[in-house]
């Protein structure tokens, strides 16, 4: 079956870690995106990937880290800069500019 | 900056009846209007989504209006069932690879 997985479902973070969040897509899609999600919030963009080896943050880009090495793999990575890092993490997929996302389960990240 | 409001944060109707959801855009060049469910503890998921070139667009009990002279697109959705149950967002996409999402809305259907 074709779709994007995140893992994992849930992750704890000690304050002053580092943690990295896994997204990877079998979808074949250029695109890939990282968004956090709080309690009566939108989405927000914390950075995108049009490309292999190309990426560009987005609204919230600080305190985060992405790579792109491989077509199917965009994994964040939430550093100890990233000073309110609790929250549900969505990535997303998409073939092209003005078409559907597609979304993956999310991760809940919760520091401990 | 491009910004999308989303009106109601929370609406509460009767199965059978119809759910109307209103979001507003800022940004004049807009051209892609989708909209997404989501349920508890899952990703958001397309339902329908309209572009700048058309009014309204009808699948099933879901449709989607869009005045693009107001910069306003709505939600309807008809005769409403217990699954319907979610938040809604809607969103819309500027150009580029940059989607604004509203802050959502959490439809509460009761049987």
Redesign the interface.
């Known amino acids: 079956d074709g779709g994007i997985t995140?893992s994992p479902k849930y992750l704890f973070r000690k304050e002053g870690q580092n943690v990295t969040l896994s997204c990877e897509q079998n979808l074949n899609h250029d695109?890939m995106?990282w968004y956090r999600q709080d309690p009566?919030?939108?989405?927000?963009?914390i950075y995108?990937s049009?490309i292999v080896n190309d990426f560009?943050k987005?609204d919230i880009a600080e305190g985060y880290s992405v790579s792109r090495e491989k077509k199917e793999s965009f994994p964040l990575t939430v550093t100890s800069a990233q000073k309110n890092p609790t929250a549900f993490y969505?990535c997303?997929s998409?073939q092209e500019?003005?078409?559907?996302?597609f979304?993956?389960?999310?991760t809940r990240l919760t520091v401990v | 900056g491009e910004n999308v409001e989303q009106h109601p944060s929370t609406l509460s109707v009767q199965e059978g009846d119809s759910a109307v959801i209103k979001c507003t855009y800022s940004d004049s060049a807009s051209n892609y209007f989708p909209w997404y469910k989501q349920e508890l503890g899952k990703g958001p998921q397309l339902i329908i989504d309209i572009r700048s070139n058309v009014g309204e667009k009808k699948d099933q009990r879901i449709a989607v209006t869009l005045n693009k002279t107001a910069k306003h697109f709505s939600l309807h959705i008809t005769e409403t069932q217990p699954e319907d149950s979610a938040v809604y967002f809607c969103a819309a996409s500027f150009g580029g690879f940059k989607t604004i999402f509203g802050a959502g809305t959490r439809l509460f259907v009761k049987a």
Do not use: H
Not at chain 1, 40 to 45: D, K, N
Not at chain 1, 97 to 101: D, P, Q, V
């Open positions: 995140q695109a995106y009566g919030q939108g989405l927000r963009l995108y049009q560009q987005g969505l997303a998409g500019t003005n078409t559907e996302a979304f993956g389960q999310g």
